[in-house]
Nanobody, 119 residues
Framework: QVQLMETGGGLVQAGGSLRLSCVAS????????MAWFRQGPGKEREFVAR????????TYADSVKGRFTISRDNSKNTVYLQMNGLKPEDTAVYSC????????????WGQGTQVTVSS
């Protein structure tokens, strides 16, 4: 079992920045791909970014490319999401996830942290 806990959400003005953290416990996630997803009010959950275990490959949704940066610290079992140039449409609950048993499905999810961007 893996438990994921996100922190760092909050209220920020448009153009501002936030850094989200996701700490894994229960087992190491060093060898696995981790990702961030978000779900805005009245919207479906959508992919934001993912990073491979060696941190040598990151993929982003077009909507956040150039503004968000995903990174990880395997020694801390933690993945980060640096969000710059925030827009009101970035308002959502942000959740992290880890892919362990499948190459296509994320097996464990955190509860999420709320990010609200005011205009």
């Amino acid at each position: 079992q893996v438990q994921l806990m996100e922190t760092g959400g909050g209220l920020v003005q448009a153009g501002g920045s936030l850094r989200l953290s996701c700490v894994a416990s229960g087992r190491t996630v060093t060898g696995y791909t981790m990702a961030w997803f978000r779900q805005g009010p009245g919207k479906e959950r959508e992919f934001v970014a993912r990073i491979t275990w060696g941190a040598n490959s990151a993929t982003y949704a077009d909507s956040v490319k150039g503004r968000f940066t995903i990174s990880r610290d395997n020694s801390k079992n933690t993945v980060y999401l640096q969000m710059n140039g925030l827009k009101p449409e970035d308002t959502a609950v942000y959740s992290c996830a880890v892919r362990i048993y499948s190459v296509t499905t994320y097996d464990y999810w955190g509860q999420g942290t709320q990010v609200t961007v005011s205009s």
